[in-house]
């Protein structure tokens, strides 16, 4: 029912910026919280930062708070992940999640029924 496709994945000089795009079909009342992960290489799927559609609030992992900020457009169905101040442990697989309710945390991945396909950003020394 619902559909992320993410992009805008790449390589990056530590200190560079990138932004990454989830563009989300389906009903808005099944993906009303969003959220981004990411894993890299022999790591568990980590929790980056959060967004809920009706209302814009957001939430952010402490390795990244104030060097990522997630948003969306409600026009283009699109949500964003802007990343600056890039680091090599930010290296990773970022994927794009979505839910229509969670009860618990909104960090646990367990909490998103939908997955995009991920995309690869590499971030070099």
């Known amino acids: 029912q619902v559909q992320l496709v993410e992009s805008g994945g790449g390589l990056v000089q530590a200190g560079g910026s990138l932004r990454l795009s989830c563009a989300a079909s389906g009903r808005t009342f099944s993906r009303d919280f969003m959220a981004w992960f990411r894993q890299a290489p022999g790591k568990e799927r980590e929790f980056v930062a959060f967004i809920r559609w009706s209302g814009g609030s957001t939430y952010y992992a402490d390795s990244v708070k104030g060097r990522f900020t997630i948003s969306r457009d409600n026009a283009k169905n699109t949500v964003y992940l802007q990343m600056s101040s890039l680091k090599p442990e930010d290296t990773a697989v970022y994927y794009c999640?979505?839910?229509?309710?969670?009860?618990?945390?909104?960090?646990?991945?367990?909490?998103?029924?939908?997955w995009g396909q991920g995309t690869q950003v590499t971030v070099s020394s």
């Open positions: 999640a979505a839910s229509g309710s969670v009860i618990g945390s909104v960090t646990s991945l367990r909490q998103y029924d939908y």
